[in-house]
């Protein structure tokens, strides 16, 4: 944890939240979500389910966009979800864009699909009229389809590097690594950084092809889970230093004491947990804790059986036989892909400040071979000082962030 003496300007800092998800869009309509276990779960109605037996999903709904500089229609679902999460952080931030125009900044953003809505309407619609009758104006969404780069238009965050970061299931927490380590090292004065996806046939065919779609709700570490669920959204944060948070006078969530990360490459879509293990043990490490000072870790949690079991065994590897309290989120907002892992991480924030642990929802029986205590269906009560958020992804990329109160760890 970080020591005493620890410069301010070397500690980072959460002080701007921003979620667009199928629970609910902004702080606190996402955190009275998470509290009430809100299930976001609704029939696919974003692309033609006709041939699926069954095709449930956690979709964005109501979800009207006012961009200052950028016309919507000109971006493409996962790129408007991003820029808006990216202006909700700022927002809560307390921050106007104008006084990051000309600032050293970062603006990263993960995913897993990118804009492949987009591509999927355009490969059909070449199939059955050709290329000749491609509309321009989706051709230039997909084109320019760099989600970090259409925050930093929308907000002319002229001195802003942008990064998009394609590690799948686990961009999001790469994505927030990233924008911690460029604080840390004085690069930059401020990071908007998390993830986006937006629901897309090609990632739902594709799941449904492996037998992982469930028919109806995504049931984590349930002895009767079937799958995930897909979903959508985007979640943002806004970091900096401590130093710059004390001088704004600004609120801070949580405080970001470190991550880790592995990349075993075993297998192209089954998880490894001795892998999982390690990147547990070297999320501790850089944070500077031991494993008995996590007091709720937020799981990768897919509701899938290799998943689940794999992830309970590695938990249990490093914690012990009594784990702290491990929930998935995801049964709640489905498995948002690129933007998982940063939605969750602003449920942990949230969950640090406002003293709960959010449930695991549509349990019925845990798995006995699970062995975590998933807080089952109903909010908790908590007073929480350091929380843990997993994060793993096909082909064995794997990253955890370690948040904790602020002064909490210390």
């Known amino acids: 944890m970080p020591m005493v003496d620890t410069p301010d300007a070397e500690r980072v800092v959460v002080t701007g939240l921003g979620p667009v998800t199928s629970i609910g869009v902004g702080v606190d309509a996402f955190a009275a979500g998470l509290a009430a ?23 964005v709904t109501d979800f009207k966009p006012d961009f200052d500089h950028v016309p919507a229609e000109r971006l493409g679902r996962a790129s408007r979800f991003s820029v808006a999460a990216a202006g909700l952080a700022l927002l809560d931030a307390g921050v106007r864009p104008a006084d990051l125009a000309s600032m050293p900044g970062l603006v990263t953003v993960g995913t897993t699909d990118g804009e492949s809505a987009d591509i999927d309407a355009l490969t059909e619609l070449a199939v059955r009229s050709g290329p000749e009758h491609l509309p321009a104006d989706v051709v230039g969404r997909v084109a320019a389809s760099w989600l970090s780069a259409s925050v930093a238009r929308e907000y002319n965050l002229r001195g802003a590097e942008t990064a998009t970061l394609a590690t799948a299931c686990a961009a999001g927490n790469y994505a927030i690594g990233y924008a911690y380590d460029t604080l840390r090292l004085g690069e930059a004065e401020y990071a908007l950084c ?47 230093t401590l130093a710059s948070a004390k001088r704004r006078g600004a609120r801070v969530h ?43 870790i937020s799981a990768h949690g897919t509701g899938t059986r290799a998943n689940d079991l794999t992830e309970a065994a590695a938990i249990r590897a490093v914690f012990g036989e009594t784990p702290p309290p491990t929930v998935s989120m995801k049964s709640m907002i489905g498995h948002t892909m690129g933007a998982a892992s940063a939605l969750a991480a602003i449920g942990c924030a949230i969950a640090i400040e406002r003293g709960f642990i959010p449930p695991t929802i549509n349990h ?24 843990q958020n997993n994060a793993f992804a096909f082909g064995g990329n794997n990253a955890i962030l370690v948040l904790a109160r602020p002064g909490g760890a210390r």
Do not use: W
């Open 364 to 387: 019925r029986r845990t798995d006995p071979q699970i062995g975590l205590d998933c807080v089952p269906n109903e909010a908790r009560p908590a007073e929480l000082r350091v929380v």
């Open 194 to 240: 998390g993830g986006a996806d937006a629901m897309c046939r090609k990632t739902f065919a594709g799941f449904y092809r492996l037998g992982t779609i469930a028919p109806a709700v995504c049931q984590p570490f349930d002895a009767d889970r079937s799958g995930i669920l897909t979903g959508e959204g985007s979640g943002m944060l806004f970091l900096e």
């Open 37 to 59: 276990g809100r299930s976001g779960v609704r029939p696919v109605s974003v692309f033609d389910t006709t041939g699926f037996g069954h095709a449930n999903g956690c979709e």
């Open 254 to 296: 949580a405080e970001i004491l470190g991550y880790g990360m592995t990349c075993d490459a075993s297998h192209p879509v089954a998880p490894d947990g001795v892998s999982i293990a390690a990147c547990i043990s070297n999320a501790h490490r850089n944070a500077g804790i031991e494993p008995g000072q996590v007091d709720l």
